[in-house]
């Protein structure tokens, strides 16, 4: 029972120290560049240290709450940058690339026009 909690600790940061180094690679600084993020030479190895001094205070124990602060200060930013890539593939999906701003209608306001964006036209 008593190594119960720092395994637990363990367990939960390891997602996030595993994870963090990667963010210093030219990959993921590249990845963020193309997906808009700004200044991610600068942004992308700052979430990695907040990600790894976060996850490590976690699994030490030692100020746990900050570090789970620093976690969500991780996380915010980085799942609200893959929710939108998400929305970005499937729109690319659906679609085609690249995509068009649409004019708002008053028939958006009334919800019509979800149905008419995704049937072709059949006219000249």
Do not use: N
């Not at 997602?15 to 808009?36: E, R, V």
């Not at 995509?99 to 964006?117: H, I, K, N, Y």
């Amino acid at each position: 029972m008593v190594y119960l909690v720092p395994l637990g600790r363990f367990l939960y940061s390891a997602i996030f120290l595993m994870t963090a180094f990667g963010h210093f690679s030219a990959g993921y600084i590249g990845y963020a560049a193309q997906a808009g993020v700004p200044a991610p030479g600068l942004l992308v190895p700052l979430s990695g240290v907040i990600a790894i001094v976060g996850g490590l205070s976690i699994t030490l124990g030692y100020k746990a709450k900050i570090g789970g602060w620093l976690i969500v200060l991780f996380l915010v930013p980085v799942l609200e940058e893959r929710i939108h890539a998400g929305r970005r593939a499937a729109d690319h999906a659906l679609w085609g690339w690249p995509l068009e701003p649409r004019r708002a209608a008053a028939s958006d306001v009334l919800g019509l026009s979800a149905a008419t964006d995704a049937a072709p036209c059949a006219g000249p």
